[in-house]
């Protein structure tokens, strides 16, 4: 299921599913500003969950925090986005801010352990 929306009462909805069919795999988070470039932010970590809080007006992509590995959480925020993608079948969130700077966030599976 693919979906785009700027209505902030289904981000809340379309981020908790996502959360829930992805958990357990590792996810890429880049930054796409317009005035700076492309930006890694994570690489391949495992993937926590994804939230919209619409008190805060805030995208919280988190990351880490349940593996022996990777025992801290990690925060991505987004302040004020304007539009959310959610794929949830392929597997992809895109986040717009006002000013044009795009998150991505593709998933991965799990690497393979020797």
Partial sequence: M????????????QLDQLSKERRGQYVTI???????????????LPFA???????????????????????????HMIWH????????????LKVVEKDGTTTITSFHSPPERA
Wanted: proline letters at 9%; a negative charge; charged letters at 25%.
């Fill in 2 to 13: 693919t979906s785009s929306t700027t209505d902030h009462d289904e981000w809340v909805l």
């Fill in 30 to 44: 880049e930054i796409l500003h317009p005035a700076y470039g492309d930006e890694p932010q994570a690489e391949r």
């Fill in 49 to 75: 969950y994804a939230v919209y809080d619409p008190k805060d007006d805030v995208v919280v992509i988190a990351v880490g925090g349940n593996t022996p590995e990777y025992p801290v959480l990690l925060r």
């Fill in 81 to 92: 986005p304007t539009e959310v993608d959610v794929d949830v079948d392929n597997g992809a």
